[in-house]
């Protein structure tokens, strides 16, 4: 095989997974007849959806509600909006920033011809839904991933902070622990700096703090929910994790307490930088 033909072959793989990296993810929620609350299955199935985001930069959201021809048109455009606005409540409930909503629209009911099913009912069931679409941001060209980006060295900043002077109110924020969206357990590599921070702190065995725990993107300072639980304390088992580990790793109880702050201290840019948690110092006494 020869390089002209080997040059041509890697062009060809490498924009073909430039355009299907840029394509819309989609997914579709249906409901009830007249209903706007979203069934346990569909919300479940919304939830394994939205944790696939995980991984993607995504540039915008755009939620569309829809009815069956049953009804007045001024009811189901209603109905529809509603439906939309249950699909992105339950988006701002699980860490999915609202700047990225662009599109919330209720556009009534579909009518029967658009879908190619003979059965009424099974039609009507599929019209009775939401579209959701997702418009990821565009690959980075690998040009230009030659160029250096402008990011802060942090890894060694907290346990430094940790072992230096300080006084009862300071905060020490773990900028480098990251959370899952909507989860209270961290990554790997954050796992590794956070045994670091540990280690400080058994060492540093003077002072005593609170663990405060940061959720991003909810609406109205309210807390978000724990996929893994349910509840919607997550502010509070994100600061409650980092507690048991720390407790786990020699940090005496007595020196700690953990507490959920919700979404009422925003660092504000990136919303992962939000899903966090800090440390505030409560007394310092003499080292033993």
């Known amino acids: 095989m020869n390089k002209p033909f ?12 430039l355009v299907f990296s840029q394509k819309n993810l989609t997914h579709e929620v249906y409901f009830d007849t007249d209903k706007y609350e979203v069934p346990s299955t569909e919300e479940s ?14 540039k915008s959201i755009a939620i569309f509600g829809f009815c069956d021809d049953i009804g007045a048109p ?16 339950i988006f701002s409930e699980n860490e999915i920033s609202e700047e990225m909503i662009t599109h ?16 009424i009912n099974k039609i009507r ?18 040009e230009k991933v030659k160029e250096k980006p402008k990011v802060v060295e942090i890894k060694e900043s907290v346990p430094i902070q940790i072992k230096g002077k ?37 060492e540093r065995n003077d002072i005593y703090f609170t663990i405060q725990g940061h959720v991003c993107c909810t609406k109205f300072s309210r807390d978000a929910i724990d996929r893994k639980t349910k509840k919607r304390n997550l502010s509070e088992a994100r600061a409650k994790y980092v507690y048991d580990y720390l407790a786990k790793k020699g940090v005496d109880k007595k020196r700690m307490r953990y ?21 505030l110092i409560t007394y310092v006494g003499k080292e033993n």
């Open 45 to 58: 199935r919304l939830l394994l959806f939205i944790s696939s985001l995980n991984e993607v930069e995504i």
């Open 259 to 279: 507490m959920g702050m919700r979404r009422k201290f925003p660092l504000g840019g990136d919303p992962k930088f939000d899903r966090r948690v800090e440390i």
């Open 125 to 142: 069931g599929l019209n009775r839904k939401v579209e959701i679409i997702v418009n990821p941001n565009p690959p980075i060209l690998p």
């Open 166 to 202: 300080l006084k009862v109110g300071d905060k020490i924020i773990f900028e480098n622990i990251l959370f899952k969206t909507g989860y209270a357990t961290v990554s790997t590599n954050s796992k590794k700096n956070l045994e670091s921070i540990a280690k400080a702190l058994v």
């Open 6 to 17: 080997v040059f041509i072959l890697l062009f060809q793989l490498l924009s073909n997974m």
């Open 74 to 89: 001024s009811y189901n455009l209603k109905l529809s909006q509603q439906r939309a606005n249950a699909i992105k409540n």
């Open 104 to 119: 919330v629209d209720g556009k009534g009911e579909i009518l029967l011809k658009i879908v190619e099913e003979k059965n």
